[in-house]
């Protein structure tokens, strides 16, 4: 194949590279890979097992140096693994979110055991991902010493959808559920355009903000970095959205302990691990009622529940973990001797 | 002149950010309305019938052309993933099987075996019986494709006990 030559374009506006802390892939499923992360100085044997979202790219994780939370756990001590779910095609139509959590997160929980050859192992959900993890923590037989989740979206009964759609969603009124099956996998597009309509139909106010500090060059890279993953989103498995749809945000199966995955009913009660929730002060996209209610749910003992001031992705961008989370987890994980 | 300027640029920012929120509230309260939800209904069933359409056409046309439509191609790659899925489950079981230490063990039993000078064929016999009974227990839990680890990791320890 012949060599495209660099032209005057890519020099004005080079590839941004990301996702640059090493890394080796130590387990492939179908397009899904389990990435491990060493320690830059080993302190804890605990190590830290990140589940991502599915509608957008795990890599904002890992965004660039300086800006990425991965990095801030390596170089605080812990071994970390990441699963990335990576972009479904049209095959992978019929996945479903018992596959997601039985086939992709279980076994990569184990992998992760067998490879770090710990004892327990930290499970941290970002979001959806936050959801699959409750979800796998309450069903969960490995060992598991803490949980935590940001931002995660549970409490379906404080919904942020129009009151109308959703009785219309309630009602069965509306075709979605054919032309997801028809499509069998949901273009990223329109997961934009849902999310999006959802939330802030109309959003110009970041290029406000990026007109204001344009004369900082750190600023505006790093406002690219942000702006390209946000439009970065994946293609979303027919079967899984239609089980969201349904089973979580119409009856809300999940926080009323109905929820059945390959005939397991998900009880939050057998959620006995240490916990922390996280949410933020301006997240417009999983509000804190969304949040909070499973605080009252989980029999963990030791649980946490904290609201920090920042966006949905905030915390993620950050290249510190903030001192709270940074204790936390230090007072929770097993240190070398 | 910079202080006036910066001033300007936040007093912008303000305001843009105060009418974005404006037109948000807006869109929002418009959209929620049941006539809207009618028309949007409608809408998709008119383009589900129009992908429905597309795709019995496409399949026509790769009926006459002899090709494989998206479906079949779809097949082809879940039956790879079907057989990842399978070797994935063999390669856990035999990580469970090094981890649990038991093919070293087998390893150790027989080197301590050999280090005896005169074995006793009794304890030799019992160990050759327990290794044939695991051996027919995983052929027989994998040819009936019910190789449980749960069971598989009790039965294993059961059979290290008995050696013992």
Not at chain 1, 159 to 188: F, K
Request: charged share 30%; with cysteine; aromatic share 8%.
């Amino acid at each position: 194949m012949r060599k495209r030559k660099a032209g005057k374009l890519d020099k004005l506006f080079p590839q941004k590279k990301v996702g640059l802390t090493p890394k080796t892939a130590i387990w492939k499923k179908n397009k899904a890979t389990l990435w491990y992360y060493p320690a830059k100085k080993k302190k804890y044997k605990t190590p830290l097992f990140l589940i991502y979202s599915l509608i957008n790219q795990s890599y904002i994780l890992d965004l660039s140096p300086g800006m990425s939370m991965i990095e801030a756990f390596v170089k605080e001590g812990y071994d970390v693994y990441l699963l990335d779910f990576g972009v479904p095609g049209y095959e992978d139509k019929d996945l479903t979110l018992d596959d997601y959590i039985i086939k992709y997160i279980q076994k990569g929980v184990r992998r992760s055991l067998y490879h770090s050859e710990a004892g327990e192992i930290t499970i941290i959900g970002y979001c959806l991902g936050g959801t699959l993890a409750t979800i796998y923590g309450a069903l969960a037989k490995e060992p598991i010493r803490n949980i935590i989740l940001f931002a995660p979206p549970l409490d379906f009964g404080q919904s942020p959808i129009p009151e109308e759609w959703e009785v219309a969603l309630r009602g069965g009124e509306l075709a979605l559920e054919q032309v997801i099956e028809e499509y069998g996998i949901v273009p990223a597009e329109y997961i934009e355009f849902i999310l999006r309509m959802s939330v802030s139909p109309v959003n110009y106010s970041k290029y406000l903000t990026l007109l204001q500090r344009a004369d900082d060059k750190e600023f505006v890279r790093k406002w690219e970095l942000v702006n390209d993953w946000l439009k970065d989103h994946i293609p979303f498995a027919g079967a899984t959205l239609k089980q969201l749809i349904n089973e979580l945000a119409i009856k809300n199966k999940l926080i009323k302990n109905k929820l059945q995955i390959q005939g397991n009913r998900i009880n939050l009660r057998n959620i006995k691990a240490n916990l922390l929730v996280i949410s933020t002060s301006e997240d417009e996209i999983v509000p804190e009622q969304q949040i909070k209610a499973i605080m009252s749910l989980v029999s963990s003992k030791d649980k946490t529940y904290k609201r920090v001031k920042g966006g949905h992705v905030s915390l993620a961008l950050k290249g510190d973990l903030p001192e709270f989370l940074q204790s936390w987890l230090r007072d929770r994980s097993n240190p070398i001797n | 002149m910079q202080k006036g300027k910066q001033e300007l640029s936040e007093l912008i920012t303000l305001l843009g950010m105060k009418a974005e929120d404006h037109f948000n509230t807006k869109i929002k309260k418009q959209w929620n309305d049941s006539n809207v939800v009618k028309i949007s209904d409608l809408a998709l069933k008119r383009h589900l019938q129009l992908l429905k359409n597309l795709r019995k056409y496409s399949d026509v046309i790769a009926l006459q052309l002899n090709l494989p439509t998206k479906q079949e191609v779809a097949n082809i790659a879940k039956l790879a993933v079907q057989i990842e899925e399978k070797l994935d489950d063999l390669e856990e079981k035999l990580l469970l099987l090094t981890k649990d230490g038991v093919l070293e063990n087998t390893e150790i039993t027989q080197e301590k075996g050999k280090s005896i000078i005169e074995p006793i064929e009794e304890k030799q016999d019992n160990r050759q019986h327990a290794k044939e009974a695991l051996r027919n227990l995983i052929r027989e839990n994998l040819l009936n494709n019910s190789l449980n680890t749960n069971s598989l990791q009790e039965t294993l320890e059961k059979m290290i006990h008995r050696r013992g």
